[in-house]
Nanobody
């Protein structure tokens, strides 16, 4: 069974920084594409950043230059470092794992963690 456990969220002032971690178990972590998504109230869930097994990285335009995604395959963990946070970054952030099953990808999700950017 896949488990993705996020940590590190909370309240931060505009312009501040915050780091998220996601520890994975139950998957072949080294071959998975890992990512962070977020969902703000009244909005659809969107991709924030992803990192493939070969460390190819994708960022949504709104966070480019402010966010860094990384992975540690030895610890089965991914990280999201967020700087220069804005009020519009307020959302529930979800860790995602995509594992190729040979014909389809299987998506797994963490429980989500709240980031609130407010003064």
């Amino acid at each position: 069974q896949v488990h993705l456990v996020e940590s590190g969220g909370g309240l931060v002032q505009p312009g501040g920084s915050l780091g998220l971690s996601c520890a994975a178990s139950g998957i072949m972590f080294g071959s998975a594409t890992m990512g962070w998504y977020r969902q703000a109230p009244g909005k659809e869930r969107e991709l924030v950043a992803s990192i493939t097994s070969s460390s190819t990285i994708t960022y949504v335009d709104s966070v480019k230059g402010r966010v860094t995604i990384s992975r540690d395959n030895a610890k089965n963990t991914i990280y999201l470092q967020m700087n220069s946070l804005r009020r519009e970054d307020t959302a529930v952030y979800y860790c995602n794992a995509k594992v190729w099953l040979g014909s389809v990808f299987r998506d797994s999700w963490g429980q989500g963690i709240q980031i609130t950017v407010s003064s």
